[in-house]
């Protein structure tokens, strides 16, 4: 009998000493959670470009509120010329209630070349789970805000004054679970104004790859109803990224 066991012994001992991720391993609950992501692109001869992308993602989830902080930088350049500069924070506070939650968000964006070099929003509201399970989640927002947006004044030949408005802000976050190791996130943005409107999709699909390594593919549209002069309503951006997630 003891011979049996030593031998069952010394059969186990090896596999778990050599695995490093055993099959039924899984990550300790953690309210906090955090990601990282960039990508860049070199050009050189013919074509001298850059360009570069970086995304922070921070969360702290507790039984009774979650805080959300994002940064995002985006960077282009054609030679020695910057053609692209824009930074973007967001900063959110959920308070949660029996069904659904109160939130309160600011967002800043400067962005060098685009139609409003300075965007400053402030809204609060109710937010609930629609669908909430092991593999999907949507939520919806709503509520009211605040908007200061200062026109690129590059783009025209008129002195113009920085637009403050009251706004509505209704928002949809969706995010699906297509395979263990593949996710779907796409969020949606109204923001409706005496002076302006505009209508931004965030989607992004994400594939890990090693444990806490993932391949993020991310697309941007964002429609602005009213722009100075010589500017585009619709700005996009398509961004391909490693990942890296920890708890």
Request: charged share 20%; hydrophobic share 35%; net charge negative.
């Amino acid at each position: 009998m003891n011979k049996v066991l030593l031998a069952c012994v010394f059969m186990l001992f090896p596999a778990q000493a050599w695995a490093l991720v055993p099959p039924d391993f899984q990550e300790p609950d953690s309210n906090f959670k955090s990601e990282i992501e960039a990508g860049l692109q070199l050009n050189s001869g013919n074509n001298e470009t850059r360009n570069f992308n970086a995304r922070a993602y921070l969360s702290y989830d507790t039984a009774t509120t979650k805080q959300e902080g994002t940064f995002k930088a985006y960077y282009a350049a054609d030679g020695s010329k910057s053609t692209a500069e824009k930074y973007d924070v967001y900063l959110q506070t959920n308070y949660k209630l029996n069904r659904g939650y109160v939130f309160g968000r600011g967002e800043l964006t400067w962005d060098q070349f685009g139609s409003f070099t300075r965007i400053y929003t402030l809204s609060s509201g109710y937010g609930f789970d629609l669908i909430k399970n092991r593999t999907t989640n949507l939520s919806l927002e709503v509520g009211p805000g605040y908007r200061y947006d200062l026109p690129n004044e590059s783009n025209t030949d008129l002195d113009l004054d920085a637009n403050q408005d009251v706004i509505l802000r209704s928002a949809a976050k969706y995010t699906i679970k297509l395979q263990e190791y593949t996710s779907l996130n796409a969020d949606i943005t109204a923001e409706t104004g005496k002076s302006n409107n505009t209508l931004t999709l965030d989607m992004s699909y994400k594939n890990t790859f090693i444990q806490d390594w993932a391949f993020k593919i991310g697309f941007y549209v964002k429609y602005t109803s009213d722009v100075p002069e010589d500017s585009q309503k619709t700005d996009t951006v398509t961004t391909f990224n490693l990942l890296y997630t920890f708890q």
